[in-house]
């Protein structure tokens, strides 16, 4: 950054930890310039405006909570349990209890956590809304939306139901890390409302932001069309998606090569198990040796069920959290790409007024008896076929010249309007680009240490199973 300075110490100014003003029973929570939501100004105190400096998590059972300015928010996702069995309405829910020092939530009692009940469509509608009321922030996807083909069984399974526990946990953990999204009065609703379908109905009721129409919408294909690119890329945002892409490609990696760790634990575990049957078998035929078989039998059905737990509670959940990282840069990218788009609105009418205006002054030149500039084949067309209608006269030009001036004008205040979207949106995808660089780096530090964990508890068991067979085994007696 010029002149040495850090990023994350940049005066964060849509973010306000404060109550917000009270506002009109029909204004919209959120307000939004040309697009992009940010929050006002002047509701953010001087001290807590600047929240990019992630202070250490502190630790409160398993889990860790971020800090932003002294606030914080942790949610845990848990207790599955299946509702309206034997009913066409049959779900899953899930407890979501919330623990939070943010004074616009309410205070509990006793410090307890705000305890609700949601189901898989409830977090749906909240990540569809989220997106909706904050088009330049980087929402968490939503969990089921990437791949879950290593998942056995149906969506009522156990297996099932505890990789989709994980990602809805993956899920609200980063909304919580999330200095904007985590104080929206919807997440608030969502995670305390014990009437979350009236808030629900309420919140779809709200009007939501919307993006002023552009010219660019009235102009023809020919002139937009999806196949376009930014012709001056900013090299800062071209980074970004180098480094999300060597990221997916770096997670897709290790995917691999843990897909295969995968499979070679459950051929393993079950090789063990074999294996112990044939000890078994032959501890039927060695009469004299048969207790030390079967107990050196035992270990190694132990030993398979460590090896399959390690499966099921450290390689899956591994897996499971890959794919939720690697579909969370995705949709960063999605929103580089929406930004890309807002300067490829800029770029494109700003060529479009740099013509507008080029003809204008050709015409103005005509009029005044010079000769004008050389010009395309299907101006020239133009200029010929008006000869041949009688219509290339000066009064004619003079009227196509005052419907330029117009069009002039309000392409100017359009490429203005343009250019302080495209400014805007930079500014809060540079913003985010640092929360999801932050996040990430929490992830992969929870994820890897629970990989780490998940290991050394794995061997430190199955030396624990082999050493208490080994006293035994040395006392079988071998006459040569």
Not at 144 to 173: A, P
Request: hydrophobic share 35%; net charge negative.
């Amino acid at each position: 950054m010029a002149g040495g300075s850090d990023p994350l110490d940049e005066e964060f100014t849509s973010v306000t930890w404060d109550n917000k003003p009270s506002r009109d029973a029909g204004e919209h929570p959120h307000s939004t310039l040309h697009g992009v939501t940010s929050a006002d100004p002047s509701a953010v105190s001087q001290a807590e405006a600047m929240p990019w400096a992630l202070e250490g998590a502190q630790r409160e059972g398993e889990g860790t909570m971020p800090r932003w300015a002294g606030r914080w928010m942790k949610v845990d996702v848990s207790e599955p349990s299946k509702e309206m069995e034997g009913t066409k309405e049959v779900h899953i829910s899930y407890a979501v209890r919330t623990r939070t020092n943010l004074p616009s939530f309410p205070v509990q009692p006793s410090n307890q956590p705000h305890l609700v009940r949601r189901r898989f469509t409830d977090f749906v509608f909240l990540q569809n809304h989220l997106t909706k009321l904050f088009p330049a922030a980087v929402v968490p996807p939503m969990a089921g939306k990437h791949r879950l083909e290593y998942i056995k069984g149906d969506r009522f399974g156990s297996e099932f139901i505890e990789h989709r526990r994980i990602e809805l946990q993956q899920f609200m953990s980063r909304i919580a890390r999330h200095p904007v999204l985590s104080r929206c009065p919807l997440v608030k609703d969502f995670v305390t409302s014990g009437q979350w379908a009236v808030e629900m109905h309420r919140h779809i009721n709200m009007p939501l932001p919307e993006t002023p129409p552009s010219l660019l919408d009235n102009l023809s294909d020919s002139l937009v069309n999806a196949f376009t690119k930014v012709r001056k890329p900013d090299e800062r945002f071209l980074e970004m998606k180098e480094g999300i892409d060597k990221f997916e490609d770096g997670m897709s990696g290790v995917e691999r090569l843990v897909t295969k760790e995968r499979a070679r634990t459950e051929d393993l575990a079950q090789d063990y198990v074999d294996l112990a049957a044939s000890y078994q078998g032959l501890g039927y035929l060695e009469s004299g040796i048969t207790e030390p078989l079967n107990r050196f039998a035992e270990r190694m059905l132990d030993f398979s069920g460590l090896l399959k737990n390690l499966d099921n509670d450290t390689i899956d959940p591994f897996l499971t959290q890959i794919h939720a990282l690697v579909a969370y840069s995705q949709a960063h990218k999605s929103v580089i790409k929406s930004r890309d788009q807002k300067q490829l609105d800029f770029e494109e009418l700003s060529a479009y007024l740099s013509a507008v205006v080029a003809e204008r002054d050709r015409m103005a030149a005509l009029n005044n008896g010079h000769t004008s500039a050389p010009v395309g084949l299907t101006t020239y067309l133009r200029d010929q076929v008006d000869k041949l209608r009688g219509t290339d006269d000066i009064h004619t030009r003079r009227e196509r010249i005052r419907k330029m001036d117009g069009k002039i004008k309000e392409l100017q205040e359009a490429v203005t309007t343009a250019h302080e979207t495209t400014t805007e949106f930079n500014d809060e995808i540079i913003k985010e680009h640092n929360i999801f660089e932050l996040s990430k780096q929490q992830e992969m530090k929870e994820m890897l240490g629970n990989y780490a964990d998940g290991h050394i508890d794995f061997y430190r068991k199955a030396i624990e199973d082999w050493d208490s067979v080994i006293p035994m085994l040395n006392k079988i007696k071998v006459d040569i």
